[in-house]
């Protein structure tokens, strides 16, 4: 009897939580650093400066995370079983590209309990990009009996840049894939722990936050709000150019790229609130564009100022 | 002395192993593949005899040559040395000069000879430039082979420096009689280990040579060739058909792409909802198809049934834990489907219009909503245009009305989801919300046709909205400078311009191009964005559509080159006219007098443009100047025949009007044996320029024979 509760338990797949962990667990064995969500609202794991950032210059790096990504304009009030106002990537990022990486991630859906000898997993052709950030890659979607999974990029370039060495990006759909380890048809009922399901965890959140992207968000206030990130932004980066020495390695671009992400979400507000024509949703993106670029060439030089930095203290 | 050239030929297997190469690109990239080997193995003379194949899968690239020698041809050839007074003694026995020659050649003095020249008996010596191995060359051709593979766009997954193709290649296999070659391709050495499938084989398989290649494969899950993984899947299509007593929704492009999308594929059957059948055939099967890759299947009478096959890429099932997959991800995608035919409906489709003011059509272009008032414009001046000419079929009211709600599906939920379906989704929630079949049709067709083989609107008003969007898209366009060039056309306007003539030819419509331009740059202008279109565009956007047209007429319609040529070089502004003008030249084309008149119709055409006469001058035949009869007789005959061509023209009948032509064939050559043309009078030369110009000018309006007979050219 004990052992028949254990195999349906099983037969479940695993719970929300424990897919993270899971996905954590291996790729902390792949060599990653084990990151955090980026503490700045993000329409995608992408935006983390942990990779937007990262997969700039030469150094090697490894690293995995969740990032909860928002994107307003997708609420569906809590109503839909599939479309989420959030939802959560784990990202990994394998900078230089290994040239197994296709099996090492194939390895990573048998640590999440996908038998690959029984299922049809497949690599089709989707090229990523994000006109916002200057980011652009090749790749493919990855299917799992149809069902797509993890968007699978080589990325080209970040913020406008030729990428040299080439990095991997590896962005799991964590709802998804849980539904499907679950085999749930609606992501409210998926189990996130033994007692709680997503639902109870996130409904009100996607009521909440759709009512008031769609409904009730200030949209005069967003816009000087976009205004007011994008001015900082600018003045950081313009503050750039005169810095010299020791001073070069603690200015803080970081804290424009914040500010760039803000402008993005902000845009993507606005976007959902429908109050940008085509022509003026161009032009924003060009502007949340051009500080990203701004941005990804000025941390380049510093860096870069960095290693020479290293180098000559040692 | 001379090893003998062994007539031995050999057998090379190559392989490049890729991660996935999108399935799409993968027949023009065979077939690249194949000619970059044979024209790399011509300029090496090594192509004598040789034939090479390839065949590709989602990761791999292989060709199989055969015949290959395994050397090139040795080439001899021979030099000269001294001549033989300085080369030989008085005794005949070589000398220094004749030792330093052999030397230099690095011959023995024995092995010289005499040659007789035109200056006398020279010294010779035989040089052989022996020819490089297949090895040799292969491994300097194969490298090539690869990188010159065009693809859309490629990437790199090392860095800047490192190798660029469409996808990451991990492995090559090359194999030449039997022995691996030393090639390095992208940085990687051939070996002679390929990979089989991912799941169902080994990453490691040896192989010897191309068949031994392809049975092993085989064993581990690949089928090699494309024909025989379409074979697979149709033989299995047709045996679930059977079983299940329906039949394939007919999709031939989907059959090749599933071929190249499987290394081993297998066909499925899945089932969905039957609930879901109350949705248009059209959502359903676009969802399954495009989003899916799934053929739909139908019962006797074609109506859907509530199955799907699905090419998976492994060789089964047997859990059936695939197949629950793939219909839960359907499920998905038809209940969104549902979700977005219902909610898109809640409002009338006239009721989207607004919402089209924020959907750009082209920056300077202004939004669709602006594109919904010219193309109404445009549809209007087309309809009325045909009422007035007695098509009884010419609504313009209701022309009018499939053109404002033509785009309005372009802000429904649903087009949003699937882009493919703009215009259906639009026809389908027309016809649902009570407007009559004609104006749901229009609106359902009104983008086609999208290719040469696709058909044109069903109904005429559905013509009239399409060659009103299409002609706006065109004039639109090129007013504002964005003009299709050799690998960029955003706006697919060459697809427009070919959907205007193929929708003018096949209802016969009486359209002239030239006022259906103008109406459009009218539209254009007093509609927003307001902007002009020069006289110069004009003339540009017309040649740009008459283009279109000489391609339909010569690889669709079957005509010559010159025979469009000459019907186009006398006028081509109404297309039906143009169509039955070729027709008649092509049936006159094989009488006797046709030939030798269009010879004197170049001939004319060149001493007029010698002269600096242009046929429309304004010289006058004076009939007093004639001096013999030969010219007298060509001016009564070409009086006598212009006039008769004129009436049969006016009547359409084209083919009588080239005859009564072509019947000038005598008094033309009477005139050329007995006229010279260019005399020593100027008044008597000029009235036989004024002759001639006046016949190039009178008979060269149905076609212009000067044309006729010129080279082929493509």
Redesign the interface.
């Known amino acids: 009897m004990k052992s028949k509760v254990k195999l349906e338990k099983r037969s479940k797949g695993l719970n929300f939580q424990d897919l993270i962990l899971h996905l954590s667990h291996f790729w902390v064995k792949q060599g990653c650093v084990l990151q955090q969500p980026y503490d700045v609202e993000v329409g995608a794991g992408t935006m983390h400066p942990e990779t937007f950032l990262r997969v700039l210059g030469p150094n090697s790096y490894r690293v995995g995370y969740v990032q909860p990504s928002r994107r307003p304009a997708d609420g569906r009030y809590g109503e839909?079983?599939?479309r989420l106002y959030k939802h959560s990537q784990f990202q990994v990022i394998l900078k230089?590209?290994p040239?197994d990486v296709?099996d090492i991630y194939?390895k990573s859906l048998g640590a999440i309990g996908i038998n690959?000898?029984?299922?049809?997993?497949?690599?089709?052709?989707d090229?990523w990009e994000s006109p916002t950030l200057g980011a652009w890659?090749?790749g493919?979607q990855v299917l799992?009996?149809?069902?797509e999974i993890t968007q699978f990029t080589?990325f080209?370039q970040s913020g406008g840049i030729?990428?040299?060495?080439?990095s991997v990006e590896l962005t799991y759909g964590l709802e998804r894939i849980c539904a499907?380890l679950q085999g749930v048809?609606s992501v409210y009922s998926l189990r996130w722990s033994e007692d709680k399901t997503y639902g109870d965890i996130r409904l009100m959140e996607e009521q909440q936050f759709s009512e008031y992207s769609f409904d009730r968000s200030d949209a005069p206030a967003i816009r000087s709000e976009f205004e007011l990130h994008e001015k900082q932004a600018k003045e950081l980066l313009d503050g750039f150019k005169g810095v010299e020495g020791k001073e070069r390695v603690r200015y803080p671009l970081l804290a424009a790229y914040d500010h760039c992400l803000k402008c993005s979400q902000l845009f993507n507000l606005l976007d959902a609130r429908?109050v940008i024509?085509?022509?003026e949703r161009?032009a924003l993106m060009a502007r949340v564009r051009t500080i990203a670029c701004r941005t990804a060439a000025a941390y380049l030089s510093q860096i870069g100022g960095a290693s020479v930095q290293r180098e000559a203290r040692a | 002395m001379k090893a003998p050239v062994a007539d031995k030929r050999v057998e090379l297997l190559f392989e490049v192993g890729c991660e996935e190469i999108p399935a799409g690109m993968l027949p023009k990239a065979e077939e690249e593949f194949r000619t970059n080997i044979e024209k790399l193995l011509t300029a090496e003379s090594l192509s004598d005899g040789v034939s090479v194949e390839t065949f590709s899968a989602p990761r791999r690239l292989t060709a199989w040559v055969r015949g290959l020698p395994v050397k090139q041809a040795d080439i001899e050839t021979e030099v000269t040395g001294p001549p033989k007074s300085v080369a030989y003694d008085s005794v005949g026995a070589p000398t220094r000069a004749a030792q330093s020659f052999a030397e230099k050649q690095r011959v023995h003095v024995s092995d010289l000879y005499l040659v007789q020249t035109a200056k006398g008996e020279y010294l010779a010596a035989k040089q052989v430039k022996l020819g490089r191995t297949a090895e040799q060359i292969l491994i300097g051709i194969l490298p090539r082979a690869v990188h010159d593979l065009t693809w859309p766009r490629s990437m790199t997954w090392t860095g800047l420096d490192g190798p660029r193709f469409i996808r990451p290649i991990r492995w090559i296999v090359a194999v030449l009689d039997g022995k691996s070659l030393q090639v390095s391709v992208a940085g990687i050495a051939a070996g002679r280990t390929t990979r089989g499938h991912r799941f169902l084989g080994s990453s490691a398989v040896n192989v010897s040579n191309f068949l031994d290649y392809e049975k092993r494969l085989q064993q581990n899950g690949v089928i090699i060739r494309p024909t025989k993984r379409q074979d697979k899947i149709a033989a299995e299509l047709d045996a679930h058909a059977k079983k299940g007593s329906y039949s394939i929704h007919e999709d031939a492009s989907l059959r090749k792409l599933v071929a190249y999308l499987n290394e081993y594929p297998t066909v499925i059957q899945g089932n969905f909802d039957p609930a879901f059948l109350s949705l248009p055939d059209e959502i359903l099967i676009t969802v399954m198809r495009d989003h899916q890759k799934y053929f739909a299947v139908e019962n006797k009478s074609g109506e859907l049934t509530p199955h799907f096959l699905a090419v998976i890429n492994v060789g089964k099932d047997s859990k059936g834990l695939i197949r629950a997959g793939h219909e839960r991800v359907l499920r998905a995608r038809f209940a969104d489907a549902q979700f977005f035919w219902q909610a898109d409906q809640k409002c009338r489709l006239a009721d989207y219009l607004p919402k089209l003011e924020r959907v750009t059509y082209e920056s300077r272009l202004g939004s669709y909503r602006d594109k919904v008032e010219r193309i109404r414009t445009i549809g209007r001046w087309l309809t009325e245009n045909w009422f007035n000419l007695g098509m009884v079929l010419a609504h313009v009211a209701e022309a009018d009305r499939a053109a404002e709600l033509a785009k309005c599906d372009l802000a429904t939920e649903m087009v949003r989801e699937f882009t493919e379906l703009q215009g259906i989704v639009g026809g389908l929630y027309a016809r649902a919300q009570g407007e009559s079949d004609e104006i749901a049709d229009a609106i359902y067709d009104h983008y086609r046709p999208v290719g040469l083989d696709d058909p044109i609107p069903r109904n005429l008003t559905g013509c009239a909205v399409a060659l009103a969007d299409k002609l706006d898209s065109v004039v639109g366009c090129f007013g504002v400078g964005v003009i299709p060039t050799g690998s960029s056309d955003p706006y697919a306007l060459r697809r427009a311009a070919l959907g205007i003539v193929k929708i003018i030819l096949e209802k016969k419509l009486p359209v002239s191009l030239s006022l259906a331009i103008g109406a459009a740059s009218k539209a254009l202008l007093t509609h927003k964005p307001k902007r002009g279109v020069t006289p110069d565009q004009e003339t540009q956007i017309l040649d740009f559509i008459l283009d279109r047209a000489k391609f339909v007429f010569r690889e669709r319609e079957g005509f010559g080159y010159d025979e469009v040529s000459a019907v186009f070089r006398a006028g081509a502004d109404d297309l039906v006219d143009v169509q039955k003008r070729l027709v008649a030249l092509k049936a006159i084309r094989k009488s006797k007098n046709f030939e030798p008149l269009a010879v004197s119709f170049k001939r004319i055409r060149k001493i007029l443009e010698k002269a600096n006469v242009a046929p429309g001058n304004s010289l006058h035949v004076n009939p007093e100047l004639f001096e013999n009869a030969a010219e007298r007789g060509l001016h009564t005959a070409v009086r006598d025949a212009a006039s008769k061509v004129q009436g049969q023209k006016r009547a359409g009948k084209f083919q009588e009007a080239l005859e009564t032509i072509a019947g000038l064939r005598k008094a033309v050559d009477h005139f050329f044996d007995g006229v010279m043309v260019m005399a020593e009078n100027e008044a008597v030369r000029n009235n036989r320029l004024a002759l001639l110009a006046e016949l190039l000018r009178e008979f060269t309006t149905v076609a212009d024979f000067s044309e006729i007979g010129g080279e082929e050219r493509h």
């Open positions: 839909n079983p599939n230089p590209s040239v296709q194939l690959l000898k029984e299922h049809d997993i497949r690599f089709e052709e090229n890659g090749i493919w799992l009996d149809g069902l080589y080209q030729d990428l040299d060495p080439i499907f048809e429908g024509s085509t022509t161009a």
